[in-house]
């Protein structure tokens, strides 16, 4: 919650939408006036259609709302990005909602869960790929310049693996 200098009340959050066939989470932005009535209303959700999280609100001296949180990253079903939404109730702003998003690595990987083959996936070159199963024990391991790479899993028992790249992990699991 944050509040302007004339009172004005500005929550943030997040909403469950519900479409025809799924449901996902979006970002959610209210602005009450002192008075407590409604003024209006935001919901937003990545172009995407992942998932948003808003987790913090402030309100500059220009009543300028900033909402941050996070994304979703494509095909993963991880949070994968940081978001920074502006809202500008002014006539002279440049355009009402600007984001900001990207500014931390990706690393997924699909499809999840694997029978044959998945790939992993970033924004940025994966170093070693290090993959373990659910004992520790090194089953995989290459090292890749790409920032793409599939990786053949079809000789490997059913179960839960650790893939480790970029000093991250996800969790696979193989059918």
């Known amino acids: 919650m944050a509040i302007d200098g004339n009172a004005n009340i500005y929550i943030t959050g997040i909403v469950a939408v519900a479409t025809c066939s799924w449901c996902y989470q979006a970002a959610f932005t209210l602005k009450y006036d002192a008075a407590g009535i409604q003024q209006w209303v935001d919901v937003y959700s990545n172009p995407n259609g992942h998932g948003d999280a808003a987790m913090a609100i402030a309100v500059n001296n220009n009543n300028e709302v900033f909402v941050a949180g996070e994304t979703m990253a494509p095909n993963s079903g991880l949070a994968g990005n940081y978001s920074l939404i502006k809202y500008c109730q002014s006539s002279n702003c440049s355009s009402n909602i600007d984001e900001i998003k990207n500014t931390k ?15 992993l996936n970033s924004n940025e070159e994966l170093g070693s790929i290090i993959m373990r199963n659910c004992i520790g024990e090194i089953v995989y391991q290459t090292r890749s310049k790409n920032t793409q790479e599939q990786i053949d899993i079809s000789k490997l028992p059913a179960g839960v693996y650790m893939i480790q790249a970029q000093n991250k992990y996800v969790k696979l699991i193989k059918e």
Do not use: K, Q, R, V
């Open 105 to 119: 690595t990706e690393l997924e990987l699909f499809p999840n869960p694997a029978t044959g083959c998945f790939t």
